[in-house]
C-alpha cells in the first residue's frame, strides 16, 4: 500500500449535499445579506412609527372633539336654565364672538363659593357668572378656540358649517359654534405651518328650536 495515496476518510455526519452551484448549503449569511435584512428591517420600524404618530393624533382630535361637544351642551344646558335671558336679543351674556384668550365681555365671578365673593342680584349677574366661567374652561382645554353664541337660521352652507350668522329667515335658533386649532397631517410643515386654524367651527349646536316654550 502507498502511504503517500491515502484518501482520508470523512466521519458520516460531515458528508452533506452541494446545492447548485457548488454552494456549501452549511454557509453563514454573508456581511451583505446581514445589511440587506436590516435596511428592509428599518423600512417596516419607520412605517410603524408614521403609523403610530398618526395613530397618537388622531387619538388627541378626538378627546379634544368630544371636549368641546361636552362644552357646548353644558354651555346650552345653563342657557335653557336661565332662559330669561338667553331668549333676549340685547343685554344678553351668552351671546358673542369670543375670540383666544376667551374673556367675557363683563366677566363676573358672583358664582363664586369663596369667602366674601359678591352674590349674583339678578338672572343677568348669573349669566355673565357662567359664561365668564366657561369660556375659561374653553379656553384651558381647547387650543386657540374660538366661540360664537348667536341667532342664525343657516348655521350651514352648502352642507358645511359657518362662523357666519345670519338672525333672519326661518328656522331661526340659538346657536353654539366651537372651533380650534388643530395639528397639520402634512408631515413635512413645521412651526405655525404646522397648525391649522379654526377656518369654520367644528361644533355646532342649537339650543333648542322652542326655547320660548320652555316652562
Not at 428592509?40 to 403610530?52: E, K, R, Y
Amino acid at each position: 500500500m502507498d502511504l503517500l495515496h491515502i484518501t482520508p476518510i470523512e466521519p458520516p455526519w460531515a458528508k452533506h449535499k452541494k446545492l447548485p452551484g457548488g454552494r456549501d448549503p452549511q454557509q453563514g449569511f454573508s456581511l451583505l445579506e446581514v445589511l440587506i435584512s436590516i435596511i428592509i428591517l428599518s423600512f417596516g420600524l419607520l412605517g410603524m412609527v408614521g403609523l403610530q404618530a398618526a395613530a397618537l393624533q388622531a387619538n388627541r382630535d378626538a378627546r379634544v372633539q368630544s371636549s368641546a361637544l361636552g362644552l357646548a351642551r353644558e354651555l346650552a344646558e345653563m342657557m335653557r336654565g336661565n332662559k330669561d335671558i338667553a331668549l333676549l336679543t340685547s343685554g344678553n351674556p351668552y351671546l358673542g364672538d369670543f375670540s383666544s384668550p376667551l374673556t367675557a365681555a363683563s366677566p363676573s365671578y358672583c358664582l363664586n363659593v369663596a369667602s366674601g365673593a359678591p352674590s349674583c342680584a339678578s338672572n343677568t349677574d348669573i349669566a355673565n357668572a357662567q359664561i365668564t366661567e366657561w369660556l375659561a374652561r374653553v379656553d384651558a382645554e381647547l387650543p386657540a378656540a374660538r366661540v360664537i353664541v348667536c341667532v342664525d337660521s343657516q348655521p350651514f352652507v352648502n352642507g358645511m358649517p359657518t362662523w357666519t350668522c345670519n338672525p333672519t329667515g326661518t328656522g331661526v335658533a340659538t346657536v353654539i359654534k366651537i372651533g380650534w386649532t388643530r395639528g397639520s397631517t402634512d408631515r413635512s410643515k413645521t412651526g405655525n405651518d404646522a397648525f391649522v386654524p379654526a377656518t369654520v367651527p367644528s361644533i355646532v349646536i342649537p339650543v333648542t328650536p322652542g326655547l320660548a316654550s320652555l316652562s
